[in-house]
């Protein structure tokens, strides 16, 4: 399938990153933040009531990450994107996860479908900044006029970014191939993009150890991490190659 596709898309979740050892979100509430209601640091109603504590917190998770390095899974997904783009076929990855390793792995059509932890955005004008101090010298963050700033990912009540849903739709209606990859399947609006991708047309694959409410409904479903297979799969459709990371550090 993969060697003879046109139009790739690629969905992936928590279980892609969690083989380069990055915690879920609520797997990282150990330490000094187990005592935490989750929903107090992922909501716009915790960061108004206390900004200093929840920035602490997406910041440690933003170092955390920053620790992490690409596994096999990541580097496979970035050579797919080099070998379909030097065939000049059609290649885009959106993800649910904000630990920005797939950019590191050497990706560059990335959507962040639940933003970034390396994106931070003011919260009075909307910009976004990356490239920043890590860690924060102060909580909350703010900007040189004084304003401060959030972290660019989409907490509980919030809306996905409709660029990128536009974007998902669009790439979904028109591929022939979609693989989810290491993602519950439980979780929308992603989790219904197996079933967009089925609809117009495309073979459907799922990578994951354990099944989903998504396994019986597609092509072919795999069961196994990611990092274990996609290098296999990928070698198989296009021979030896490079899998080394071609990114920046995020």
Known sequence: MLADARRVVVLTGAG????????????????????????????????????ETVTKWYDFRRMKCREAEPNPGHLALA?????????????????QNVDGLHRRAGNKSVVELHGSLEVWRCTETGEEFR?????????????????????????????LP???????????DTCDLFFAIGTSATVY???????????????????????TPASGHVD???????????????????????????GGNG
């Open 131 to 159: 490239d920043l101090p890590a860690p924060f010298d102060t909580y909350p963050p703010r900007t040189d006029r004084g304003t401060v700033l959030r972290p660019g990912v989409v907490w509980f009540g919030e809306m």
């Open 189 to 211: 609006p992603a989790a219904g993009f197996s079933d967009l991708a089925r609809a117009a047309g495309a073979s459907t694959v799922e990578i994951n150890p354990d099944a």
């Open 220 to 246: 072919e479903s795999v069961r196994a991490r990611a990092g274990a297979v996609l290098p296999e799969i990928v070698e198989l459709a296009f021979g030896a190659g490079d899998a080394s990371p071609r």
């Open 79 to 95: 050579r797919i994107e080099r070998e379909l783009e030097s065939r000049s076929r059609e290649f885009i990855l959106l993800t």
């Open 162 to 172: 409709p660029e990128a849903i536009e974007t998902a739709g669009e790439r979904l």
């Open 16 to 51: 892609v990153s969690a083989e380069s050892k990055i915690p879920t979100f609520r797997d990282a509430m150990e330490g000094l933040w187990a005592s935490f209601d989750p929903q107090s640091l992922a909501t716009p109603e915790g960061f108004a009531a206390d900004p």
